[in-house]
């Protein structure tokens, strides 16, 4: 039997300041926050359901976790605490290259703040792994405590565990939370809806559940000679939001703001609402855009932020169901059920309220991406090799492991053109640590297949002559995607042209951290099974010493 939607109200995270307030001025904090394995309810008729919650003690631990607000220019330290207990609730598969604790004991864990600029040894590389009570620690760990300058421009980080070959696992077992950095000066002009009540964070991903409550995952591997457990993607028949399945809300007819974050491992989401209500995009990913764009639908990937504001005093009905068509996997997968095709529910009040919130005609204006000033230009091509036997096709970016030498190595405050080459099924959603990019154009490759076979001799998309296959038809990149993103969706097929500005900082503060040292950054596809398949879909950058 299906569960009821709509019987539980969205939550609101708990919120943690990431300062302190000093007679009146904002001076840096420090903070503590633990992982716990907790029960969590995701739905009033499921039993309670075992997860690995963020918090900072089990009993305030959540799914997602805590939101962290911090100050822009104003330091964060946080401790991660590591307090799992010595076994998964999740079948995790030891035949992919994972961070095994040689006692064999305690889980393997790390966090990444996503979209922060800051240092190597903050970034949460998957080496750097640590378990309960620090008793072992992964090859790169240097640090208890990491610290977040907060030094950018203001905009909608989070926070999710990076754990080399656990990824996947630690993020469906519920290690993700969102963090928010603030700068009121700039953005109280904007008078966009905010404060709690009206600038309201959404968490939303998938999830399959057993009748016990406990959360179920295909755990027999697509090639169970090799990888028994091992699946290429997980999807899940619920929708939870703000960590519970098709949630409600009450809302007043006015504006409101929603930041959406797409915590999925696989799953993208094309979002839209059922009466037409169009959604006005202020931001995407860690950015404001520059000027607020309208739109009826939104396609998230995995990882992607999406910020809109929504005027319910435009709606005809008393109640709207934010909705999904995105199939799975995207783009050419199974079409959405009577399921997954549904988000949660609005239901919105009779009387018409005076409303303060406005939409401005511009918001914050950064520095134009500037193709003449970029230092090189590198190819990235994704690729499936055809390999021995029976293995499954490894995916690989530029035919290289994680382990491989270090082969990007930008240098920090410069930018350069990637040509992303997807020559693999599926869309991978690209995430670039410490670096923010503009997406200049699609390009679908004619004669893939040729461009292919060549690339699987050679693997070098130069020798191969991309240029003479990257000439079919373009994709025009939607307005609000236009600005400066950290994800983007690299279509199967197609070439994507991005300039990547490595350390962008929008900041009145200066602030000099240490990109050159160990371990460095990565870069790497967003579906979190790719990401730790062997390391396929990976890469380090690191930056090049001057
Ligand atoms: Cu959202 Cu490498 O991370």
């Not at 082969?407 to 997807?422: M, R």
Request: charged residues 20%.
């Amino acid at each position: 039997s299906r569960l009821k939607m709509f019987v539980d109200e969205v939550p609101e995270m708990p919120t943690i300041r990431g300062y302190r307030v000093v007679n009146g001025s904002y001076e840096p904090a420090a903070l503590k926050i633990g992982m716990f394995r907790k029960d969590w309810k995701f739905h009033r008729d499921l039993p309670p359901t075992p997860v690995f919650a963020y918090g900072t003690s089990k009993h305030t631990a959540t799914v997602p976790g805590p939101t962290i607000e911090a100050m822009g220019g104003v330091s964060t330290h946080v401790t991660w605490t590591n307090h799992l207990p010595p076994s998964h609730i999740l079948p995790w598969d030891p035949t992919i290259p994972t961070a095994m604790p040689v006692a064999k004991k305690g889980i393997p864990t790390v966090v990444h703040l996503h979209g922060m600029i800051g240092g190597p040894e903050s970034d949460g590389h998957a080496h750097s792994w640590f378990t309960n009570g620090f008793r072992e620690t992964g090859p790169t760990w240097t640090t208890k405590t990491y610290h977040y300058p907060n030094v950018q421009h203001p905009g909608s980080l989070w926070y999710h565990d990076h754990a080399m070959g656990l990824t996947r696992v630690n993020l469906l077992a519920g290690l993700i939370g969102s963090y928010v950095i603030r700068d009121p000066k700039t953005e109280s002009k904007l008078r966009l809806p905010s404060g709690n009540e009206f600038h309201r964070r959404l968490v939303i991903f998938d999830r399959s559940f057993l009748t016990n409550g406990s959360i179920y995952m295909n755990s027999t591997g697509n090639n169970p000679d090799i990888h028994p457990q091992w699946q290429p993607e997980y999807f899940g028949d619920a929708i939870i939001v703000n960590g519970k399945a098709w949630p409600r809300m009450s809302v007043r007819r006015r504006k409101y703001r929603f930041t959406v974050i797409n915590a999925s491992n696989a799953r993208f989401f094309r979002l839209f609402f059922r009466n037409g209500l169009r959604l006005i995009h202020v931001a995407a990913d860690s950015a404001y855009l520059e000027k607020p764009v309208v739109a009826t639908h939104t396609l998230l990937a995995p990882s992607e932020i999406i910020d809109f504001v929504v005027d319910f005093s435009d709606s005809r009905s008393d109640s709207v169901i934010l909705a999904n068509d995105a199939p799975y996997p995207y783009p050419s997968g199974d079409p959405v059920n009577d399921a997954n095709s549904v988000v949660m529910k609005f239901n919105i009040r009779k009387e018409r309220e005076y409303d303060t919130w406005r939409v401005p005609r511009t918001l914050i204006k950064y520095p134009s991406p500037k193709l003449s000033g970029a230092a090189r230009s590198r190819y990235i091509a994704m690729y499936e090799y055809a390999s021995a036997a029976d293995e499954p096709t490894h995916l690989y970016i530029n035919g290289r492991s994680f382990e491989a030498p270090v082969t990007e190595k930008a240098k920090v405050g410069t930018s350069e053109v990637w040509y992303v080459i997807n020559l693999t099924e599926d869309n991978h959603p690209l995430h670039v640590h410490l670096g923010l990019f503009t997406v200049m154009e699609q390009t679908e490759l004619v004669n893939a297949e040729e461009f292919k076979e060549c690339m699987n001799k050679l693997n070098d998309a130069m020798r191969c002559h991309v240029e003479k296959y990257a000439r079919g038809k373009k994709i025009r990149v939607l307005p609000h995607e236009k600005g400066w993103k950290n994800v983007y969706k690299m279509m199967p097929g197609f070439v994507t042209k991005i300039l990547v500005r490595f350390a962008y900082i929008h900041s009145t503060q200066p602030y000099v951290f240490n990109a050159t040292a160990e371990p460095g950054y990565v870069y790497h596809c967003h579906v979190s099974f790719h990401y730790t398949f062997l390391s396929n879909l990976v890469r380090h950058w690191r930056s090049r010493v001057m």
